[in-house]
């Protein structure tokens, strides 16, 4: 029988190519979003292996109809791929506590809320992968992202603790942590940042960071290859913790971590060219 995988937020970007990317391998993925419509076009795409379930990950009911559907089917699940997310970002000062309500709610509370939905029949199974789609953000944070980036840093938390907590029970959990991929959540980010770049006083600060980032997204790599360590991370009998994609970025990470901040900090508004904003 082929193993049981849901993937949350499999309606476009990251999701998506994880979704096609698995089913291809042979799993049965369950295509999990909000947007029915596009997991019906997605399920097309699956060699017969790709089931749609609408799912909110803020919406316990709707959590609970997921998983009982997946159940209904005669299934337990093997994987857990928890990427449904969005990005909440612009200045500190601008963004309120609901801005930060909505992006945790998301992010972080409804990754838990998924994890907390299949781990009681995972640890029965005796194993089971847990994977968490983080961000690069959830190691170094740039400018404008503090709502982003906080999320992202609780759900490397998060995992470490987990991870250190099932393992026992066979299950295995892993982080992905993309730098820039080519989705749609470049032009919801660009959008986001032109909202605050005409007025206020971040607004030169927003329009320089807004013209480095939109190079980001259109050049950087395909989903595919978040998919791919995706798959690694299921398939692997010893799998990482972390997974930095493209690994290619893994000395960025280097530097995070045996740099002084403040040497990050000049190199980082070198490159977003934000150093002209510093104070001599
Ligand atoms: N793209 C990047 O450069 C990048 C870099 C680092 C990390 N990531 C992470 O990778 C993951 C996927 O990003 P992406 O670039 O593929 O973004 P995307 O293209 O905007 O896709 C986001 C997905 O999340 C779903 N979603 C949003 N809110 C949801 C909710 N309440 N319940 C269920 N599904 C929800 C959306 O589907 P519906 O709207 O249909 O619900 C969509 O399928 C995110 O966790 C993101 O933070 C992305």
Do not use: C
Not at 209 to 219: L, Q, R, T, Y
Request: proline fraction near 5%; aromatic fraction near 6%.
């Amino acid at each position: 029988m082929h193993q049981s995988i849901l993937v949350t937020g499999a309606s476009r970007g990251i999701g998506e190519a994880t979704a096609v990317h698995l089913a291809h391998k042979g799993f049965r993925v369950y295509a999990a979003a909000r947007q029915i419509d596009k997991l019906n076009e997605l399920s097309a795409l699956g060699s017969g292996r790709i089931h749609p379930i609408a799912l909110d990950v803020t919406d316990p009911a709707s959590i609970d109809n997921a998983i009982e559907r997946i159940n209904a089917d005669g299934n337990t699940l093997y994987g857990l791929v928890n990427n449904a997310g969005t990005s909440i970002i612009g200045p500190f000062e601008d963004l309120s506590l609901d801005d930060w309500r909505d992006q945790f709610e998301v992010n972080l509370f409804g990754l838990v809320a998924m994890t907390r939905a299949v781990l009681p029949q995972m640890r029965e199974a005796g194993r089971g992968r847990i994977i968490n789609i983080g961000s690069i953000s959830g190691r170094i944070a740039a400018a404008f992202q503090s709502p982003y980036a906080a999320s992202k840093h609780a759900v490397e938390g998060l995992s470490d603790s987990l991870r250190r907590e099932v393992m026992p029970h066979g299950i295995k959990v892993s982080v992905i942590r993309p730098v820039f991929i080519n989705t749609d959540m470049g032009k919801q980010q660009q959008d986001r940042l032109e909202e605050y770049s005409s007025t206020g006083p971040y607004a030169d600060q927003v329009r320089t960071f807004k013209a480095w980032h939109a190079k980001g997204h259109p050049s950087a790599p395909s989903p595919s290859i978040v998919a791919e360590a995706v798959h690694n991370a299921l398939t692997a009998d010893r799998p990482y913790s972390r997974y930095t994609v493209p690994q290619s970025k893994l000395g960025l990470l280097a530097l995070r971590n045996f740099m002084p901040s403040g040497v990050i900090d000049r190199m980082y508004e070198r490159v977003t060219g934000l150093d002209r904003f510093r104070k001599r």
